[in-house]
């Protein structure tokens, strides 16, 4: 690291558990970002925060102004435009250092595959349960690990997976998918549960690839910020 950079990253490396040669590790990773929305946006900004050295996004959405409520890297004056290139330019406004990739496509099994395949770590961030099932599918067939996150009104749940862990499909049956958190443009959203939730997936992540902590294997860990009533239920 250069001086700028580590007086950039002079918190991080003051962790004990990360140290200089976590963020290391992070400079040279690749993380894929499913979803470019509540969740999405601020996991991207935080892994680019931390130095992480690419982030490849995808998102075929809009903004929305209903978006606006919770997804805080966006603003009125942008709304109509593609949230995968608008989300790009904040990463780069933050961290130039940040090597950002933007795919502006649906994601599918098949271009899930090709694009997880060059990646060190995957972050669920979209909004329904078909996804996260494709998501756990894909990363199971390639062993990638990654980490899923749901929100719904004021509660939010977080897992994490790598091969020989108990999978969301294994939770959630994919015949049921439904069982998950419902889309946010059919349950309503509380914006700070939906940062709750990203920011533990960011948390996740880092820990993953600095080899930081104890990640979320075998466990689902739940909130509820109506009740301020936490929890992590073990499912291995």
């Not at 490396?13 to 894929?32: K, N, W």
């Not at 897992?159 to 889309?183: R, T």
Request: glycine share 10%.
């Amino acid at each position: 690291m250069d001086q700028e950079e580590k007086i950039r990253y002079a918190r991080m490396i003051a962790i004990p558990e990360i140290g200089a040669e976590g963020v290391d590790r992070l400079r040279d990773s690749h993380v894929f970002i499913t979803g470019c929305g509540a969740l999405g946006s601020i996991c991207a900004m935080y892994l680019a925060g931390a130095g992480v050295g690419r982030l490849s996004i995808a998102d075929f959405d809009t903004i929305d102004i209903s978006n606006l409520q919770r997804q805080l890297f966006y603003t009125s004056s942008e709304v109509g435009k593609a949230k995968g290139a608008t989300l790009a330019s904040r990463i780069k406004s933050l961290n130039p250092d940040c090597h950002v990739i933007c795919h502006e496509s649906m994601m599918t099994r098949q271009t899930a595959a090709e694009l997880y395949a060059d990646c060190d770590f995957i972050i669920d961030a979209t909004d329904n349960p078909h996804s996260k099932h494709m998501t756990d599918a894909v990363c199971h067939m390639l062993g990638k690990p990654y980490v899923i996150g749901g929100v719904s009104e004021f509660r939010g749940q977080v897992m994490s997976w790598a091969p020989g862990h108990v999978g969301y499909s294994d939770i959630f049956n994919p015949e049921e998918a439904e069982s998950g958190m419902l889309p946010c443009s059919i349950a309503g959203v509380l914006g700070p549960a939906a940062g709750v939730v990203a920011c533990c997936q960011a948390s996740e992540t880092i820990k993953h690839l600095s080899g930081a902590g104890e990640m979320l294997y075998d466990k689902i860990f739940t909130i509820d910020l109506l009740t301020m009533q936490s929890s992590l239920i073990e499912v291995g």
